[in-house]
């Protein structure tokens, strides 16, 4: 079974400013993946980022960048240059390769300070 | 396409009612996962489904939940009878069978039982 673990409830940055939202994982697969979902009020889940496990190049989109760090089992995402339209639920997912079970962390309510 | 759909988005009802929550999927995707947030438990995998078959239901909370999926465009998640506990936000999700594709969110519905 998949565990995901995301130990900051709620995080703050200033606009403009970087920020760094951790999460660690548990799966005794060998090949899977990683994904960063956003949840703004409207409740709508939006994808952010996505990681292959068998890539060891971190991914990046934008302002959005992770540091995967397998052995360790850990999966940050880090914001650059906050804006307002950042703040939100921030969920980190984990998903084996047949797809058939993709587990969400707590979530990390993120805000973003004018 | 016009993405994951779900109706109702907003249901409330009466404590012992039945509820009936619909969901169509992307068309060609092949899994299909029901989740439920609350905001003590996050969000929660109930049951998801592979090629309309259920793979795993381990998540379903009790015998009061049911979840079908007679073809590969339409599922529903039945609270029967319900209760207030039940409150919570339900949300359906499909993914394609590319390898490594995330998981697409319909908007939710927001149940609230009386």
């Known amino acids: 079974a998949q565990t995901v673990t995301q130990s900051q409830p709620e995080m703050s940055v200033q606009e403009a400013e970087t920020v760094t939202l951790s999460c660690t994982y548990d799966t005794s697969e060998s090949d899977y993946y990683l994904f960063w979902y956003k949840q703004p009020p409207s409740r709508q889940m939006i994808l952010v980022i996505r990681?292959?496990?068998?890539?060891?190049q971190n991914a990046t989109e934008n302002r959005f960048s992770v540091n995967f760090q397998k052995a360790a089992k850990s999966f940050s995402l880090k914001i650059s240059d906050s804006q307002l339209g950042d703040a939100a639920m921030y969920f980190c997912a984990c998903q084996n390769n047949y797809g058939q079970n993709f587990v969400f962390g707590p979530g990390t309510r993120l805000s973003v300070l004018p | 396409d016009a993405g994951v759909i779900q109706s109702p988005r907003h249901e409330v009802t009466e404590m012992g009612q039945e509820v009936t929550l619909r969901c169509k999927p992307i068309?060609?995707?092949?899994?299909l996962f029901w989740y439920r947030q609350t905001m003590m438990r996050g969000l929660e995998l109930l049951i998801y489904f592979n090629n309309n078959v259920p793979i795993d239901d381990s998540g379903m909370p009790e015998d009061r939940f049911s979840a079908k999926m007679p073809n590969a465009s339409f599922s529903t998640l039945k609270i029967q009878p319900s209760e207030p506990r039940d409150s919570a936000v339900y949300f359906c999700a499909s993914r394609s069978p590319l390898f490594g594709t995330e998981a697409f969110f319909g908007q939710g519905t927001r149940l609230t039982v009386v």
């Open positions: 068309s060609g995707h092949n899994s």
């Open positions: 990681q292959e496990a068998y890539k060891q």
